[in-house]
T-cell receptor, first 118, second 111 residues
Framework: GAVVSQHPSWVICKSGTSVKIECRSL??????MFWYRQFPKQSLMLMAT?????????EQGVEKDKFLINHASLTLSTLTVTSAHPEDSSFYIC??????????????FGNGTRLTVT | QKEVEQDPGPLSVPEGAIVSLNCTYS??????FMWYRQYSRKGPELLMY????GNKEDGRFTAQVDKSSKYISLFIRDSQPSDSATYLC???????????FGTGTQLKVEL
């Protein structure tokens, strides 16, 4: 099945610094990847849709200058949390859809990145 | 009212029990339905994917969709302690539309 790899799995950083999270599709090409955020005991909240070769589409209320997304190749999307603050501490998860199958193939998720900002 | 409603639990059952997990939804445009399993501190793992009313079986798992009632279910037979996780339902209208998730049901299968 489709595999999505996310790195790092956890990171601790100081307030004011920036953190980059990578999301790779390992055995398929993904023109579109999705970034989610999840708070403890809550469901996934879509932050943005990452489009290969073009600008990301951000959901309402998500600061695009705070959460920089780059989708430079068909297998890699990155999320950079800039000038991180403690309230940015969360579980960030990326996902991608394998279009080799049906047009409405389900999303496959990475294992998430737990960010703690001190 | 949320588009997708799911009881957060926690749901605790003995090993070997049949587990029933459910979601209701209000958007009749939803056509594709998924169940994901999420272990603590891990990303969601796709369990089942359906796009028509009726039942779909895969091993110990059965997904059921009733579009007329806007109700979907996931049944787990012969539940095992390793099934202890949070189960998320998700659905979409398709055509590139976003997934809408339920809040997840926390399941614990006890020895």
């Amino acid at each position: 099945g489709a595999v999505v790899s996310q790195h790092p799995s956890w990171v601790i950083c100081k307030s004011g610094t920036s953190v980059k999270i990578e999301c790779r599709s390992l055995d398929f090409q993904a023109t579109t990847m999705f970034w989610y955020r999840q708070f403890p005991k809550q469901s996934l909240m879509l932050m943005a849709t990452s489009n290969e070769g073009s600008k990301a589409t951000y959901e309402q209320g998500v600061e695009k200058d705070k959460f920089l997304i780059n989708h430079a190749s068909l297998t890699l999307s990155t999320l950079t949390v800039t000038s991180a603050h403690p309230e940015d501490s969360s579980f960030y998860i990326c996902s991608a859809r394998d279009f080799r199958g049906q047009n409405n193939s389900p999303l496959h998720f990475g294992n998430g990145t737990r960010l703690t900002v001190t | 009212q949320k588009e997708v409603e799911q009881d957060p639990g926690p749901l605790s059952v003995p090993e070997g029990a049949i587990v029933s997990l459910n979601c209701t939804y209000s958007n009749s445009a939803f056509q594709y339905f998924m169940w994901y399993r999420q272990y603590s501190r891990k990303g969601p793992e796709l369990l089942m994917y359906t796009y028509s009313s009726g039942n779909k079986e895969d091993g110990r798992f059965t997904a059921q969709v009733d579009k007329s009632s806007k109700y979907i279910s996931l049944f787990i037979r012969d539940s095992q302690p390793s099934d202890s996780a949070t189960y998320l339902c998700a659905m979409t209208a398709g055509g590139g539309n976003k997934l809408t998730f339920g809040t997840g049901t926390q399941l614990k299968v006890e020895l």
